[in-house]
């Protein structure tokens, strides 16, 4: 058809001319690929025009899918090849389309194709579903997992709470107590198998004492019978009757006979199958207590590791608690550093603090740089400058930092509470302090003169003794008396000046003294606060406003560890003074204040030790070096010999001196040329360096071997003489360092116990960091008890159940019964029986030949079976009594046997529930003791369960949107399979009237069948197609009015509406095309003779 031109057709049959606006479709949409099953090809169509651009082979694709990517890769091409053109914005304009008439074959095309798209789809939508039911079963299960989870977790956190050390504690004693039960009843076990052992072989005996009374009753039962048969055959020999009856008698007795032979040949088989069944037993039993032995080695292992980790859990769970105080007290003493609340802890700030800083803190650096200053300003001898230095620099800001806020926290941490808040009551004008508060000053003022004492770079040793306050209250006494006696009562102390220190020396151990005179108080009453103000106040003045004195007093502050500030009052003012008291002689002094009577005790003790290792090494050495003690021995020698001369004659010549300070001599140059160093303990022991005394007789240190070496002597004991020379020449100089070190230790003791001397603040850091060290390890140790008490209890648990399974089986095995016994009693009375036997035949064969004896014989043969017939009957009766006798046996003794099997019962029953017991001991404390990690991971378990939840919960909305979207996609295409359907139906019928008839479309959409037959109407105008799409390209309206383009330019800015157009299968259908042509007449009548025949049907038209 040409794609050009559009004639109206003969028929009259319209075709509509479909118009839609400026088209940007693009290429994958505008065609589509198609299987004609009616040429059997693959078809390539132009949507829009309804061209097929290109026809394939049917086995080109085997399914839509190949075919449609042979289309993409088909459309690439086509794209490579061809310009595209570069799209321009402009108004709307109608653009008119051709709609080809489709046949029936084409729309059953597409119909299949449509069907292929809807089958795809369904199958997606059944995948589609398949994955949602899926989602939702991984949502059931992931929720369920939550679930189990959640209560895992509040198990857990249950088991936590119950994992205390009390039900810990609980748990172990509940182990102790079923160990004890355990072993109870094990013993009660063993003792019960014993028993039964033996009643089981009593009974065994009393069953053979039964079946053996059973058997020789039944024999003298028969043996009765035996012998009245034959006295009736006597008695029938007599009368000469009865021989037939004899003879059936012997045969019975030859049939029992052959019966017994067989029951013993029968016995005695059983007796080697019992023998065969009891060696079994006995070898099973054998292997059962083989079995039990080693089961009770592992129970008795796993005992001993379970009751060896119990202890270790305890002990190391002790350390912890320990290493946890150690923890406690570590970060105490160091977060306690300048916060302390007693003296005691701020005796250890002190002590830790070697700077000073608790009282100058953030000006300690200052201050220490400062105080170098003063004293360097004082060794240049620049005293004046050294004044005005300190007094500008040091007084004022150290009194400031003494008594600011911080510092008096401190004091009152040293003093206590009661004594830092006393109010002091002056009397006439005059203080009055008692003991009390005399040492609370005096602490206070030790505590800041040693702070001056390390920013000066000297140790805090000032300290506060019961005897120090004594003589410091001494000495107030002795200044008040002196100053307050007529003739000074009136004089100040700038004119008393220190005369009276003689009264003080009387009565006190001072060896030195500072005045400040002051004017009095003016004030009724004074504070602590400001008591202890002055004497810092004047202890600073001692020591910076001293240049006129040559810092006499400044010294004095720094002389001695006893200084201990007072004041005395009179008429007319008085005075604030210190004095330095020497130590107590003897050791029962009592330490109130210090922060060094542990240095100093350590450091006598390693003064003492440094001493006897100097002595020990110096008799090393002397042994080593006979040369020198020989020379030393030669001198002392000479020199005794002199000094004797002397007292013996009174003279000693020159020559002779001269050669006693040669010989002495010799050794001083030895000592020189060997560098031999004498030990010297105290530099305040003054005697003799030469440990061979001289004047005190002869000594032999070293003699003269038989070959002529020198060799040390010994003493009577064995010792070496100059070892005992030695220790001999250093006694007292050890002595006086033990007594040093006695007296440093008795003043330590009253304080010791009370102090945890530390170093500094790095020390106590350490310290806290050695102690969580410890308690890590500790610990460390304490888990890994615990684990090894979780694996002992579990193994305990384990060996018990296993070797109470043993036991079970041994107690199985002795419970089968011996039967060689049996069987072996069996095969004697089944011999007895047949000797029983045999001798019933003879006897029955003697009254068989009984009948051919003579009268006489006869009789003798009938009183003969009379009377072992009465010795039968009497024998029956007392094997029936036995054998009743031996059953009332039997059955005593199987009731204490009954009775024991069931006390074993019970206590395997019991050892049941004390293995289990003890499994659900060991699982509990295994919960107890892994506790925290089980709710950890009873927690991780959670999270990771919710986050699979959550993570199935997202999958299950996301499969049903898709399924949701599948389901949509799959109803609109099966409504578009619905509706080819529905016209390719049409189609076909119209097709299948169109062999008789010309099918039209009327104006209005109306499809009618016209018979061939009709008339036709005028041929109509062609219509010029390229004009129309011209038109359109310059987005013109175009309408064809009688065959001709009528084009028409839009209003600038304005977009066109074509005519005509619409999207909705309905609207087109009411809409006639605006053609420009007057109705046919002709084609009216038609539409009526159609409709009066019902060949009308209507066309709905389908967009492309």
């Given at each position: 058809m040409n794609k050009k031109t559009f004639k109206t057709l003969a028929t009259g049959a319209a075709i509509t001319l479909a118009t839609v606006g400026a088209s940007t479709v693009s290429a994958d949409t505008q065609y589509g690929i198609v299987l004609n099953r009616v040429t059997g090809e693959w078809q390539t169509v132009n949507r829009t025009t309804g061209e097929i651009v290109k026809s394939e082979p049917n086995g080109t694709y085997s399914t839509y899918d190949e075919a449609n990517a042979g289309l993409s890769s088909w459309l690439e091409t086509q794209a490579s090849t061809v310009e595209t053109p570069v799209a321009t914005e402009r108004p709307a304009a109608e653009t008119t389309a051709v709609e080809t008439a489709k046949t029936a074959a084409e729309v059953q095309s597409e119909v299949d194709a449509q069907q292929a798209v809807v089958d795809v789809i369904a199958q997606d939508a059944t995948n589609a579903q398949a994955d949602a039911d899926a989602a939702n079963q991984d949502v059931t299960t992931a929720q369920a997992d939550v679930d189990t989870a959640t209560q895992a977790v509040e198990d857990a956190e249950a088991n936590a709470a119950n994992a205390t050390p009390e039900n810990i504690a609980a748990n172990q004693a509940d182990q102790a107590a079923n160990l004890a039960d355990q072993e109870a009843n094990a013993t009660e076990t063993d003792q019960v198998n014993a028993e039964i052992a033996s009643q089981t072989q009593t009974v065994a005996d009393t069953q053979t004492a039964v079946d053996t009374a059973q058997a020789e009753k039944d024999q003298a039962d028969a043996n009765v019978i035996a012998k009245e048969a034959d006295v009736k055959a006597a008695e029938d020999a007599l009368s000469g009757t009865g021989l037939a009856e004899a003879q059936a008698t012997l045969d019975q007795a030859t049939k029992d006979v052959a019966t017994a032979t067989t029951t013993v040949d029968t016995a005695t088989k059983a007796v080697d199958t019992a023998k065969k069944?009891?060696?079994?037993?006995?070898?099973k039993i054998k292997d059962a207590q083989t079995d039990v032995a080693v089961k009770t080695d592992a129970v008795d292992t796993a005992k001993a590791k379970l009751t060896a980790a119990q202890d270790a859990a305890k002990r190391t769970s002790d350390t912890v608690t320990k290493a946890t105080d150690a923890v406690a007290v570590a970060k105490k003493a160091l977060e306690s550093v300048g916060k302390p609340q007693n003296i005691y802890e701020a005796i250890n700030a002190e002590i830790a603090d070697k700077t000073g800083a608790i009282y100058f803190k953030d000006k300690t650096a200052d201050l220490t740089a400062k105080m170098a200053e003063f004293k360097r300003l004082i060794?240049?001898?620049?005293?004046?400058?050294?004044?005005?230095?300190?007094?500008?620099?040091?007084?004022?800001?150290?009194?400031?930092a003494y008594i600011d806020a911080p510092s008096q926290e401190f004091v009152k941490a040293l003093v206590g509470e009661t004594a830092f808040n006393k109010t002091y009551t002056l009397q006439n004008g005059k203080l009055v302090l008692s003991k009390e508060d005399y040492t609370a000053l005096n602490i206070a003022f030790a505590s800041q003169l040693n702070a001056f004492r390390k920013i000066s770079g000297f140790e805090p040793i000032n300290k506060v003794t019961e005897y120090s306050v004594e003589q410091g209250l001494k000495a107030i006494d002795a200044w008040n008396e002196f100053a307050n006696r007529p003739e000074n009562a009136d004089l100040y102390g700038s004119e008393?000046?220190?005369?009276?220190?003689?009264?003080?020396?009387?009565?006190?151990?001072?060896?030195?003294?500072?005045?400040?005179?002051?004017?009095?108080?003016?004030?009724?009453?004074m504070t602590f606060t400001e008591l202890n103000t002055l004497f810092a106040y004047n202890m600073l003045g001692f020591?910076?406003?001293?240049?006129?004195?040559?810092?006499?007093?400044?010294?004095?502050?720094?002389?001695?560890?006893?200084?201990?500030?007072?004041?005395?009052?009179?008429?007319?003012?008085?005075?604030?003074?210190?004095?330095?008291?020497?130590?107590?002689?003897?050791?029962?002094?009592?330490?109130?204040?210090?922060?060094?009577?542990?240095?100093?005790?350590?450091?006598?003790?390693?003064?003492?030790?440094?001493?006897?290792?100097?002595?020990?090494?110096?008799?090393?050495?002397?042994?080593?070096?006979?040369?020198?003690?020989?020379?030393?021995?030669?001198?002392?020698?000479?020199?005794?010999?002199?000094?004797?001369?002397?007292?013996?004659?009174?003279?000693?010549?020159?020559?002779?001196?001269?050669?006693?300070?040669?010989?002495?001599?010799?050794?001083?140059?030895?000592?020189?040329?060997?560098?031999?160093?004498?030990?010297?303990?105290?530099?305040?022991?003054?005697?003799?360096?030469?440990?061979?005394?001289?004047?005190?007789?002869?000594?032999?240190?070293?003699?003269?071997?038989?070959?002529?070496?020198?060799?040390?002597?010994?003493?009577?004991?064995?010792?070496?003489?100059?070892?005992?020379?030695?220790?001999?020449?250093?006694?007292?100089?050890?002595?006086?360092?033990?007594?040093?070190?006695?007296?440093?230790?008795?003043?330590?003791?009253?304080?010791?116990?009370?102090l945890v001397v530390q170093s500094d603040l790095a020390t106590l850091q350490a310290n806290l960091t050695q102690a969580q060290a410890n308690l890590t390890a500790a610990q460390t140790a304490s888990d890994s008890a615990k684990a090894e008490l979780t694996k002992a209890s579990s193994d305990y648990a384990t060996a018990l159940e296993a070797k109470t399974a043993a036991e079970k089986t041994l107690a199985d095995a002795t419970a089968t019964p011996l039967q060689t016994q049996v069987a072996e009693n069996n095969l004697r009375l089944a011999t007895i029986a047949l000797q029983n036997a045999e001798a019933r035949k003879a006897d029955a064969q003697k009254a068989v030949d009984n009948f051919s004896a003579d009268l006489a014989t006869k009789k003798a043969a009938l009183d003969t079976a009379k009377a072992d017939l009465a010795q039968a009957q009497a024998t029956a009766t007392a094997k029936a009594e036995a054998l009743d006798t031996a059953k009332a046996e039997l059955v005593k003794q199987q009731a204490t046997l009954d009775s024991l099997n069931k006390d074993k019962d019970a206590l395997l029953a019991e050892k049941d529930r004390?293995?289990?017991?003890?499994?659900?001991?060991?699982?509990?404390?295994?919960?107890?003791?892994?506790?925290?990690?089980?709710?950890?991971?009873?927690?991780?378990?959670l999270?990771?369960?919710?986050?699979?939840?959550?993570?199935?919960?997202?999958?299950?909305?996301?499969?049903?949107?898709?399924?949701?979207?599948?389901?949509?996609?799959?109803?609109?295409?099966e409504s578009k399979l619905a509706e080819l359907q529905a016209e390719y139906n049409k189609l076909k019928d119209l097709e299948d009237k169109a062999k008789d008839n010309v099918i039209a479309t009327l104006p209005d959409g109306t499809v009618i069948a016209v018979p061939k037959d009709a008339p036709t109407a005028v041929e109509k105008p062609a219509v010029d197609v390229d004009a129309i799409k011209q038109a359109l390209d310059k987005g013109q309206d175009v309408t064809v009015v009688d065959g001709k383009v009528v084009v028409a330019s839009p209003q600038a800015g304005v977009t066109v509406t074509p005519r005509g157009i619409t999207y909705s299968r309905v609207e087109r259908a009411k809409t006639?095309?605006?053609?420009?042509?007057?109705?046919?007449?002709?084609?009216?009548?038609?539409?009526?003779?159609?409709?009066?025949?019902?060949?009308?049907?209507?066309?709905?038209k389908r967009r492309g």
């Open positions: 069944a009891d060696a079994e037993r006995d070898a060794d240049a001898n620049q005293d004046q400058e050294a004044q005005d230095y300190a007094e500008k620099n040091l007084l004022g800001a150290m009194l400031k008393l000046r220190h005369r009276g220190f003689g009264e003080v020396e009387k009565v006190t151990s001072a060896y030195n003294e500072n005045i400040y005179p002051t004017g009095g108080f003016r004030k009724s009453s020591a910076f406003s001293d240049a006129h004195a040559n810092w006499g007093h400044y010294y004095n502050l720094l002389q001695g560890s006893n200084i201990m500030m007072g004041l005395y009052q009179n008429n007319v003012g008085g005075a604030y003074f210190t004095h330095g008291f020497s130590d107590k002689e003897s050791n029962d002094d009592i330490v109130i204040y210090s922060q060094t009577t542990a240095a100093v005790v350590q450091a006598h003790k390693e003064e003492l030790e440094k001493a006897k290792a100097d002595i020990e090494a110096y008799k090393t050495l002397l042994k080593n070096d006979l040369t020198y003690i020989k020379l030393m021995q030669d001198a002392a020698n000479f020199d005794n010999q002199l000094r004797d001369k002397y007292n013996r004659t009174g003279s000693v010549t020159d020559v002779e001196y001269a050669q006693r300070d040669a010989l002495s001599q010799k050794v001083t140059d030895y000592e020189k040329e060997h560098n031999i160093v004498v030990p010297e303990v105290d530099s305040n022991i003054i005697h003799s360096s030469r440990v061979i005394p001289s004047g005190y007789g002869t000594y032999t240190v070293v003699e003269t071997d038989d070959s002529g070496n020198l060799r040390l002597a010994k003493n009577y004991y064995g010792n070496y003489i100059i070892d005992v020379l030695v220790d001999q020449h250093y006694q007292s100089d050890l002595d006086y360092v033990q007594n040093k070190l006695n007296k440093a230790q008795a003043l330590h003791d009253t304080i010791k116990d009370k004390l293995v289990e017991e003890a499994k659900a001991l060991a699982t509990e404390l295994k919960g107890y003791l892994e506790a925290p990690a089980i709710l950890a991971n009873a927690q991780a378990t999270t990771e369960k919710q986050a699979a939840l959550t993570e199935a919960q997202a999958k299950a909305e996301t499969a049903q949107e898709k399924l949701e979207t599948i389901t949509a996609k799959l109803a609109a295409e006639l095309p605006n053609t420009g042509e007057q109705t046919s007449l002709l084609a009216l009548a038609g539409v009526a003779v159609l409709s009066s025949l019902g060949f009308a049907v209507t066309k709905r």
